[in-house]
């Protein structure tokens, strides 16, 4: 059974940076499109960013363009979202999320397995 775990994020303030993680175990980590999805206090989830098998191809939402890096390493099954220069409407919980198919997207129904989500704050 493929599992998704998120560490790395915590408290820290506006223009600061962090790095989340996303360990898969289970599958074969190097066919999954991977992406990142957040989902603050009472607003719907979102689409932060994805990456392809390779790690070539990346698609990024408008709100974390410049800001924010999806990267993967395939020999630890890992993929990471550096975020920097961040603002307090970052805060959120952030979640990994794993695709079967071979298409970067930004739908989250098209992707199959998600993790538990690790909580990012940012304070003014």
């Known amino acids: 059974q493929v599992q998704l775990v998120e560490s790395g994020g915590g408290l820290v303030q506006a223009g600061g940076s962090l790095r989340l993680s996303c360990a898969v175990s289970?599958?074969?980590?190097?066919?999954?499109?991977m992406g990142w999805f957040r989902q603050a206090p009472g607003k719907e989830r979102e689409f932060v960013a994805g990456?392809?098998?390779?790690?070539?191809?990346?698609l990024y939402a408008d709100s974390v363009k410049g800001r924010f890096t999806i990267s993967r390493d395939n020999a630890k099954n890992t993929v990471y979202l550096h975020l920097n220069s961040l603002k307090p409407e970052d805060t959120a919980v952030y979640y990994c999320?794993?695709?079967?198919?071979?298409?970067?997207?930004?739908?989250?129904?098209?992707?199959?397995?998600w993790g538990q989500g690790t909580q990012v704050t940012v304070s003014s």
């Open positions: 999320a794993a695709d079967r198919s071979s298409r970067v997207t930004r739908e989250g129904y098209e992707y199959d397995i």
């Open positions: 990456i392809s098998w390779t790690g070539i191809v990346t």
């Open positions: 289970g599958g074969t980590f190097s066919r999954y499109v």
